[in-house]
């Protein structure tokens, strides 16, 4: 079984930047792919952004030159940075890990437990 968990929301301000971290058991992120995905409120749960094993990323329109994902392998932890927050990217985030193929399609097999961001002034 692997666990991931979250951290690294909160509430902040408009144009305000959050880090989020995403710590996994095991080594599983050393094989598996990993994406950030978010749910706000009456909305369907969306991919953020994506990353191989091998460090290749990929970000949704709504999000590119805003935030960065990244990887350390050694710590079994995969980030997402936030820049220039906005209102609409209020929501819970999520990271899941599995291969490129479920990551990409919505259906990885493990999951965290969400962490939220709330963008406001």
């Known amino acids: 079984q692997v666990q991931l968990v979250e951290s690294g929301g909160g509430l902040v301000q408009p144009g305000g930047s959050l880090r989020l971290s995403c710590a996994a058991s095991?080594?599983?992120?050393?094989?598996?792919?990993v994406g950030w995905y978010r749910q706000a409120p009456g909305k369907q749960r969306a991919l953020v952004a994506s990353?191989?094993?091998?460090?290749?990323?990929n970000y949704a329109d709504s999000v590119k030159g805003r935030f960065t994902i990244s990887r350390d392998n050694t710590k079994n932890t995969v980030y997402l940075q936030m820049n220039s927050l906005k209102p609409e990217d209020t929501a819970a985030y999520y990271c899941?890990?599995?291969?490129?193929?479920?990551?990409?399609?919505?259906?990885?097999?493990?999951w965290g437990q969400g962490t939220q961001v709330t963008v406001s002034s």
């Open positions: 990353i191989t094993g091998g460090g290749t990323t």
């Open positions: 095991g080594s599983i992120f050393s094989s598996n792919d």
């Open positions: 899941a890990t599995d291969v490129l193929q479920a990551v990409l399609a919505g259906t990885p097999k493990y």
